[in-house]
Structures are given as structure tokens and as C-alpha cells.
């Protein structure tokens, strides 16, 4: 079983910058794909980035591209989601999860496992 667990969410002012982090444990982790996913209230969780965990390939939504980033660390086992540019409307709470399916990498539906979530809040 693999566990996730991210970390570094907090408040933070329009424009500022915050780093998280999703730490796996368990048996040996080897996903095709880690991805970021949202979820603000009232809304649906939305895919926000993701990378494949061997090539490094990166995708993003249109809306944090240019401003979020994400990496991994495979040595560590972990993640990282590195958001530049906070805006209001990124307030949420941020997933992490990791996918063995090769397809749907956008999707939640297609991902495994997930972390508990942590909560990121931009101020205007």
C-alpha cells in the first residue's frame, strides 16, 4: 500500500509564492504519474498539474501555466508543486495523487492514490 502525504499549504498574499510537498511511503513507488489536483467550496476537484514519474513529462492546466511548476524527486519518493503568482481564485485545498494507468492522466477518476490535502489560501 502506498501512502501520500503533502505538505507546505498555508496562507498567503496575492502574488506570493508557496511550495508543496507529497511525500510517498510504502511499498516501493513506481507510479506512472503523480499529479496535483483542487478543490475549492462548492466546487468539483479539478486537475491543476501532473508529471510522469520515469520521462519527467509535465502537463498543466491553462490556468497555472507559467506560474505553478511541478518536479519530482525520485530518490525521496516525493513531489513537489512550486506556485508562483498566487491569485485569490487558487484558494483551495491541493491533492496530491499517483496513477498506474497510462491514460486519463487529467482525470481523478484514473488516480490510485491519494494524499489527505492541504489547504492553500491567497489573501487579496
Known amino acids: 500500500q502506498v501512502q501520500l502525504v503533502e505538505s507546505g499549504g498555508g496562507l498567503v498574499q496575492a502574488g506570493g509564492s508557496l511550495r508543496l510537498s507529497c511525500a510517498a511511503s510504502?511499498?516501493?513507488?513506481?507510479?506512472?504519474?503523480m499529479g496535483w489536483f483542487r478543490q475549492a467550496p462548492g466546487e468539483e476537484r479539478e486537475f491543476v498539474a501532473a508529471i510522469t514519474w520515469s520521462a519527467g513529462s509535465t502537463y498543466y492546466t491553462d490556468s497555472v501555466k507559467g506560474r505553478f511548476t511541478i518536479s519530482r524527486d525520485m530518490a525521496k519518493s516525493t513531489g513537489y508543486l512550486q506556485m508562483n503568482g498566487l491569485k485569490p481564485e487558487d484558494t483551495a485545498v491541493y491533492y496530491c495523487?499517483?496513477?498506474?494507468?497510462?491514460?486519463?492522466?487529467?482525470?481523478?477518476?484514473?488516480?490510485?492514490?491519494w494524499g489527505q490535502g492541504t489547504q492553500v489560501t491567497v489573501s487579496s
Open positions: 495523487a499517483a496513477t498506474s494507468n497510462i491514460f486519463g492522466i487529467r482525470l481523478s477518476l484514473y488516480y490510485n492514490y
Open positions: 510504502g511499498r516501493a513507488f513506481s507510479p506512472y504519474a
